[in-house]
C-alpha cells in the first residue's frame, strides 16, 4: 500500500491535481485493518502531535474537536482545544464523550489504545509514520480520509522544496560522523528512521548500525568507540559527565548541541516541519554552510 502511495503523490506532484474524496471510502491501516468512512468525517480527534499538525497544514484543523496531551502546535490553535491523554495513558472517557466520528491513533504502544476505542464504537484509524518515505505517505492518507488532498499535496510540495533548498547549502559538504540522542537511557536513532535519513540529508554519518533498528537503546561504549565529531540531543556538561565521554572528539571541540524545545519536537514529530528539523541538524553539523 505504501508504495502505491508514493506513486499517486508523485503523480499529483507532477499533474498538480488533487481529487476530492469520495465516500464512502475504505482504507487499511498501519494495524492491516479495514477502516470505512461513509461520509466526510467532521469530529475528529488526533492522538499524535504529528497527526495533530498535519491536519492544521492541510487546511483540516477545524475539523479536530479533541487532541493529545502532547499536540502544541500551532500553538494559539492547540490551546483552545480539549486534551485527552496521551496514547500512553490515554483518557478514553473524554474521547468518546466529544463524538469523535474519527480518531487518528498510533498503532503502537502499551495503551492498546485503538483496540479500546473501537470496542468503544468508535471509527479510528492506527498508524504514524516511523521512514522518511512514510512521513509523506501518512500525509496524503490524512489528507484522503479528511477531503483535503489537495491542501495534502501543497503541502508536500512546499516541504520537499523547502528541504532542497537546505540540501543546496550543503552541496559539497564533507559528511561529519554524528550521535543523535534522544533519550538519555541513552535510546538513540537508526540510520533508517525518518531522523536517521534526516541526519544523512544534513550531512552527518550516523555512528548508530542499521541493524540495531529505528530508535535502539544502545550501550554507552558504542558511542565510545565510534568517537563521533558533532553530539545531538544532550548537553555539553551532561556529555563530560558521561564515564569516557570527556575526550572524545565532539566533546573535546564543545560541538554538542541541546536542541530548543521547538527544534525538538520539530525533529521527534514525523510530520510538516520535517524541513524545520532538517535545517537545524544542517546548522549544528555544518554551521560554516548557515
Not at 474537536?65 to 478514553?92: C, H, M, W
Not at 500525509?139 to 503541502?155: D, F, P, Q
Amino acid at each position: 500500500m505504501k508504495t502505491n502511495l508514493s506513486r499517486l503523490i508523485s503523480l499529483l506532484l507532477l499533474s498538480g491535481v488533487a481529487h476530492a474524496t469520495t465516500y464512502p471510502l475504505t482504507i487499511t491501516d498501519d494495524l492491516g485493518r479495514s477502516i470505512t468512512l461513509l461520509r466526510e468525517p467532521k469530529r475528529i480527534v488526533a492522538m499524535l502531535p504529528s497527526h495533530t499538525e498535519t491536519l492544521f497544514a492541510i487546511g483540516a484543523g477545524g475539523k479536530l474537536v479533541g487532541i493529545d496531551s502532547y499536540s502544541n502546535f500551532p500553538k494559539a490553535e492547540t490551546d483552545r482545544l480539549p486534551k485527552v491523554g496521551s496514547g500512553y495513558q490515554p483518557n478514553i472517557e473524554a474521547i468518546v464523550a466529544l463524538k469523535p466520528d474519527l480518531v487518528l491513533a498510533d498503532e503502537s504502544g502499551s495503551s492498546r489504545l485503538t483496540e479500546k476505542l473501537v470496542k468503544a464504537g468508535l471509527t479510528v484509524y492506527g498508524g504514524t509514520a516511523q521512514t522518511y518515505t512514510e512521513v509523506f505517505d501518512k500525509i496524503a492518507v490524512l489528507g484522503r480520509l479528511t477531503n483535503h488532498e489537495a491542501g495534502a499535496t501543497r503541502l508536500i510540495t512546499t516541504m520537499r522544496n523547502d528541504m532542497n533548498a537546505v540540501a543546496a547549502r550543503l552541496a559539497g559538504a564533507a559528511q561529519v560522523s554524528v550521535y543523535d540522542e534522544i533519550d538519555p537511557t541513552p535510546y538513540s536513532v537508526g540510520p533508517n528512521s525518518f531522523i536517521g535519513v534526516l541526519l544523512s540529508r544534513a550531512g552527518g554519518r550516523n555512528i548508530i548500525p542499521g541493524g540495531l533498528g529505528d530508535f535502539p537503546r544502545i550501550s554507552p561504549e558504542l558511542v565510545v568507540k565510534a568517537n563521533p565529531s558533532v553530539m545531538i540531543g544532550l548537553s555539553l556538561k551532561d556529555a563530560q559527565a558521561r564515564p569516557g565521554w570527556n575526550t572524545l572528539s565532539a566533546v573535546a571541540a564543545g560541538r554538542v548541541f541541546q536542541p530548543t524545545p521547538e527544534e525538538n519536537d520539530a525533529l521527534s514529530r514525523p510530520g510538516p516541519r520535517l524541513a524545520v528539523a532538517l535545517r537545524a541538524l544542517a546548522k549544528f553539523l555544518h554551521p560554516e554552510r548557515f
